[in-house]
């Protein structure tokens, strides 16, 4: 289906047609407009699976992505009856990346998924215990497989980088990286020393070969340079 991305890269906003029949699932709140020929409905689950057991593991799935993966609980859905548009917003100021998905699978860091079509499934994948002893670190939990149009956006502009070997990225710029890398945390370097010495905190180092997406902008060193200046 046809889809513009306008008001790049620093306040982009989504804009897909929809022909009757056509459907696009986005995160709740993220609708900015649409065609009065186009049907709203939340859901559990981004695909259209039903049966008691199948709502039974929407159901599990909706609180893991909620108390786990820190993302929305609910779907938007959007039901063409005729044809109409759809336009759709991030939360906060970024760039919004396409990605055609041909059955690869693509994980996403917190908050990137925005909206997707076709057959393409949102799980939750757990992060290790690292996520709870180390929770200064954004820890993957979303993944995108299937068929479709995955749309994520960033907080900044999006940098997508071509990973044959090994790369360095830290943590609070990644954005999505595809399932044919492996990715393990360290420090810089030099230790504890380096670690407290660099400001750099943490990084992820990606093996293999593969797209990792960064963005130009961190929201962890935004709030870190704005909570002294907050009153009280």
Do not use: C
């Amino acid at each position: 289906m046809h889809h513009e991305v306008t008001h790049k890269p620093g306040f982009a906003m989504l804009r897909v047609e929809l022909e009757p029949g056509e459907k696009l699932v986005s995160e709740p709140g993220a609708m900015v407009a649409m065609s009065r020929s186009i049907d709203l409905s939340a859901k559990m689950s981004a695909d259209d699976t039903t049966g008691f057991f199948a709502k039974l593991v929407m159901f599990w799935f909706a609180l893991v992505k909620k108390f786990i993966g820190g993302e929305s609980v609910m779907f938007s859905h959007y039901d063409a009856r005729q044809k109409g548009a759809v336009w759709i917003s991030p939360t906060y100021m970024g760039d919004i990346h396409h990605r055609r998905l041909s059955g690869e699978t693509l994980y996403l860091a917190k908050g990137a998924y925005l909206a997707s079509t076709g057959s393409v499934e949102i799980s939750v994948k757990f992060g290790g215990f690292k996520a709870f002893i180390m929770p200064w670190t954004s820890s993957f939990k979303l993944v995108a497989t299937g068929n479709g149009d995955l749309y994520f956006n960033s907080y900044g502009g999006i940098q997508a980088i071509e990973v044959n070997g090994s790369y360095v990225v830290d943590d609070g710029h990644i954005v999505a990286y595809e399932g044919s890398l492996t990715r393990k945390t360290r420090s810089v370097g030099g230790g504890v020393t380096g670690l407290l010495a660099s400001g750099e905190g943490l990084v992820k180092e990606f093996q293999g070969q593969g797209t990792v997406y960064i963005q130009t902008r961190n929201r962890s060193a935004l709030a870190g340079w704005l909570t002294p200046m907050l009153p009280g």
